[in-house]
């Protein structure tokens, strides 16, 4: 590549004629037989599919410079063509003699034959070697390169000695007519050469934008990869304007007032100051600015004289020292590297912009995720009133609450989202004698006269009690039991049918739920006891239900103490609405991470379904970044395009066959949410966050992933902060050192109550049922397009995902 | 650069949140204004402002009712209590707090929002003022 710069000395043309080219029917040139008598024809033929091919290496040209205009925005010039052609140049070795750039052209004491030996198959090679070396080029330049070699071609060099083959721009062409003397050979084939030369100009031109393009590009597209990596994003060449107040470096180069400057020393001086900035005739530097475009950050310097490359992020608090020019260098940090990727860009998720989001940090406070407890209903949770949704507090008294990741030092808080409920519900298996069952129930199989109990605590309030049961096993018509509260007869003999309108047993399975009979609990904790006196078959108690009125006045007062610091929550709630309650506390030093929440008035019970614990903090701010404030909201709203155009996607691609997403009674519940999120990953692939994933996996193809402990081999060995895209090859990775995890790369996560009002992702026309405590989907199917807006206590219930913090800037000015 | 046009101008409803400068005694909460959000609207809250003038108990430690709501706040609620808001400005002394106006709210499911000012002490009257803005952005 390096010798066509001999070429360039040959002025170009803007256009190559098609003159009397003709492609050749056999897919060789038209061959010569010396034995044969003379035909002239033979020989104009051979000169028009020359000339044919020369327009492939035209064609050829012309899509490597399309090529270089797409990728890095520079015309590159290219030739104007007269037809269509196709840029592929075929290869016949018996048609070439040597490939190299030299043109024997015939004397007088040639025989015509040897036009065809000597000087035509010079032509063909030389069109071979213009094409080959363009063809090579392209492939080492870009990553899709747009026209492929001609393999066969082994015996072009790498590097050829190129000169000025002996053309000369003359329409003449062999005919019958003419004499038959050396010209009538020579000049055909000097007009041939001189096409050549044009080709070999243009390909010269080519080869020097593509072995430096950052001398002559308008847009790089650049990736940081390893440590601190940052995803392919577009660089845009501009001119440096002067900003006042900018605090400028000595070598750098402003435009001011119609001319350029080069500041002599550090200074924020106006250029016009001669003791700081000198004029210069044009820049030496090339600069390229990514967005934000911070004052003299995010940009890409190219020294047109040293040639070298310098890379500034959005901090300037590390500088990187120039590197000579290549599309990878060595970026600001250990094994970091910066490349210049020689494609287009792609589109842009919602995980791109989430980087994008990340680069500017704006003063404020900033709560980071902890620890979670997704469903309370674990023994990670006790002393409270455990019910089929999960943990609640019904009765003045504590639970404990424990995170389990150790000693907690800082500043803390604590959200839960809570439900105050008119209903408990306790799971039968919720016994006190370790009875289980099927679906959390308790199988009822030591026999007549045995008895379960439970202990309950519930506000003095009236409540009605319930049970639902069944039968699991024979056949049974019915059960007659008893039960007492803490020995007061709730039941006495009473009878618990299992048959259908004709006194025949039911189905063993299908539950029957039992008279509502009145009790009157103490507002202590209390134990409740069933008595199994008559009835064959198995009873299987499912759950106990109680319920009392909906009360108007649920003020509750809770404190929650983590270590030794305290804090409190004083607020009302209305019955079956979700919510949320925050605990602030100030520094903590607590040995362990259990929250102990003390009720210490209620009315209705608390459920407690999701725990989450956070610390606060302080950001540290990216300098200068004034004026940019909005540009995380910005990124937030692309990547809700994004995800609302992969929808389309979906839609468009599913038709019909796209499901309602909501339950047939149009609620919409956290499976409801789920579908519609996988969905939305068909064409927005990187849109959940999903940490933790160990080798097992699953690793899924199309998806991105990232080590955040270890090193894990794949496709490749990958190290902390590394990332790789799952393939069809395979599903999950090997953990190189035993602790190797990565997480699934997404620009959302759960939604959490310590969350709530942060930008969520949820489906069109959800609504909360204030009176029933219910989500209802307005919309089903294609109408639950993906629309960003605030979080709120009942999204989380149904399993809305959030933005992942990169979006958010600190809510309070 | 978009351009706003008049058809586009005429669809857009701003709705004032606004109290004026009002003694909140302790404990207490107020309704500032009311949001209705239909199916198919959307609104957008970018400007929220709590201004706290003046303890109006001096010579008392405020003993907080709720540790993670400060002195007083303002917030946007959909249910009731008022450690659940969907945006909440708190003010943990005298002088203006305000939502970043870059960090907007946005409600876009049905429903009826209330912006609702609150004192968390238990024992100190404050003088208040709130102000803002709802928009309906669709």
């Known amino acids: 590549m390096n010798q066509l710069e001999s070429a360039l000395l040959i002025t170009l043309r803007d256009s190559i004629k098609w003159e009397s080219a003709v492609e050749p029917t056999s897919g060789t040139l038209t061959p010569i037989n010396p034995v044969m008598p003379f035909d002239a024809r033979d020989y104009h033929t051979r000169d028009r599919e020359l000339a044919f091919r020369d327009l492939a290496n035209a064609a050829a040209i012309m899509e490597v410079s399309i090529e270089v205009s797409d990728v890095y925005g520079y015309s590159a010039p290219r030739p104007i063509m007269q037809g269509r052609q196709r840029a592929l140049q075929p290869w016949n070795a018996q048609d070439a003699r040597t490939v190299n750039s030299q043109v024997l052209h015939v004397k007088n004491a040639h025989v015509p034959y040897d036009a065809a030996q000597y000087a035509d198959r010079d032509l063909y090679g030389r069109d071979a070697l213009i ?118 470096s000595t070598g750098d180069e402003v435009y001011y007032a119609a001319a350029y400057y080069r500041a002599l020393v550090a200074t924020s001086a106006l250029p016009t100051d001669a003791t700081a900035w000198v004029a210069i005739a044009s820049p030496t530097q090339r600069v390229f600015t990514a967005e934000p475009r911070l004052s003299l950050r995010n940009r890409i310097v190219y020294d047109t004289v040293a040639q070298t490359l310098q890379w500034f992020r959005e901090t300037s608090d590390l500088v990187h020292v120039p590197q000579l020019f290549a599309l990878s260098i060595p970026g600001l940090l250990p094994r970091q590297t910066v490349n210049t990727l020689a494609r287009l860009p792609v589109r842009e998720d919602a995980q791109f912009w989430r980087q994008k989001a990340e680069r500017l940090v704006f003063a404020g406070e900033e709560r980071t995720d902890v620890a979670v407890i997704p469903y309370t209903g674990t023994d990670k949770v006790t002393n409270t009133l455990m019910q089929e949704t999960g943990a609640s507090l019904a009765v003045a008294g504590a639970g404990t609450f424990n995170f389990d990741i150790g000693a907690c030092y800082g500043t803390y808080t604590a959200a839960f989202l809570v439900k105050p409920h008119s209903t408990v519900e306790i799971l039968g298996g919720q016994n006190n004698e370790a009875v289980g069952g099927t679906l959390g129930g308790a199988s009822y199989t030591r026999g007549v006269g045995s008895q379960l109990s439970w202990n309950i605590g519930l506000p003095p309030l009236p409540w009605t009690f319930q049970v ?107 019955d079956h609405q979700t919510d949320v309650v925050v605990f602030d506390w100030g520094t903590v030093g607590s040995p362990d991470s259990k929250v102990r ?16 614990l956070l610390t606060r903090g302080t950001t540290t701010p990216t300098p200068v970044a004034a004026g940019f404030e909005g540009y995380r909201y910005d990124c937030l709203q692309r990547a809700s395009r994004s995800v609302q155009d992969s929808f389309a996607k979906v839609v468009a691609a599913y038709g019909t066959n796209l499901p309602a997403f909501r339950n047939g009674d149009g609620t919409w519940d956290s499976d409801c949410t789920d579908e519609w999120m996988r969905y939305l990953e068909v064409y927005e692939p990187r849109l959940r966050e999903t940490p933790g994933i160990r080798s097992v996996g699953p690793i899924v193809a199309g998806r991105q992933y990232q080590v955040t402990a270890g090193t894990v081999a794949y496709d490749g060995v990958y190290v902390v902060a590394d990332t790789f895209w799952g393939t069809s090859g395979g599903t999950s990775f090997v953990d190189v050192n035993g602790y190797g995890t990565v997480s699934q790369v997404g620009a959302f996560q759960p939604g959490l109550p310590g969350h709530v009002g942060r930008p969520a992702l949820v489906p069109a026309g959800l609504e909360f049922s204030l009176v029933a405590g219910t989500v209802t989907a307005n919309y089903a199917g294609s109408l639950a397009v993906p629309q960003v807006a605030s979080l709120q206590p009942w999204m989380v219930e149904v399993g809305a995902w959030v933005t992942q913090p990169e979006f958010w800037p600190p809510t309070q000015t | 650069m978009t351009t706003l046009t008049y058809n586009r101008w005429s669809q857009i409803l701003n709705l004032p949140l606004a109290l004026p400068q009002t003694e909140l005694r302790r404990g207490r909460s107020l309704q500032v204004a009311a949001i209705p959000v239909a199916l198919g609207e959307s609104v957008e809250v970018r400007a929220l402002t709590l201004h706290l003038l003046r303890l109006l108990t001096p010579g008392v430690s405020p003993v907080l009712n709720n540790s993670a709501l400060g002195l ?21 002394g005298p002088g203006a707090e305000a939502l970043n106006p870059y960090a907007p709210a946005v409600l876009s499911s049905p429903g009826f929002y209330r912006v609702i000012v609150a004192n968390n002490t238990s024992n100190v009257d404050l003088a208040v003022v709130v102000s803002g803005v709802a928009t309906y952005t669709s």
């Not at chain 1, 929440?597 to 989450?612: D, G, K, S």
Request: proline share 6%; hydrophobic share 40%; with cysteine.
């Open chain 1, 468 to 574: 639902d049961y069944t039968n699991v096993t024979d056949t049974s018509t019915g059960w007659k039991v008893s039960a007492d509260l803490s020995g007061t007869p709730v039941l006495s003999e009473a009878t618990w049918p299992f048959v259908d309108a004709t006194d025949t047993a039911l189905a063993n399975g299908q539950l029957v739920s039992s008279t509502p009979v009145a009790i009157a609990p103490t507002g202590g904790n209390q134990v409740l006891s069933l008595q199994w006196l008559e009835g064959s078959g198995t009873l299987h108690v499912r759950r106990l239900r109680f319920a009392t009125p909906t009360t108007d006045d649920n003020h509750y007062r809770l404190s929650g103490t983590l270590g030794t610091s305290v804090a409190m929550v004083d607020v009302y709630g209305g």
């Open chain 1, 131 to 248: 094409y080959e070396t363009l063809a090579r080029a392209a492939a080492v330049a870009f990553v899709n390169p747009p026209i492929t070699g001609t393999a066969t071609v082994s015996s072009v060099p790498p590097v050829t000695a190129w000169s000025w083959a002996d053309g000369t721009a003359s329409r003449n062409e062999i005919a019958t007519a003419l004499p038959l003397n050396r010209d009538l050979f020579r000049d055909p084939d000097m007009n041939l050469a001189d096409r050549d030369n044009q080709m070999a100009g243009y390909v010269a031109t080519l080869a020097q934008v593509l072995k430096n393009p950052f001398a002559y590009a308008d847009r790089l597209y650049v990736q940081v990869r390893s440590n601190d990596p940052r995803e392919a994003e577009v660089y845009a060449f501009g001119r440096q304007d002067y900003v006042a107040g900018t605090f400028y």
């Open chain 2, 72 to 92: 007083c706040s303002v917030g946007i609620y959909l249910t009731d209590m008022l450690t659940g808001g969907t945006a909440l400005v708190k003010a943990t």
């Open chain 1, 597 to 612: 929440i003390n009720l210490e008035r209620a009315q209705l019970p608390l459920r407690m379904p999701v725990a989450h």
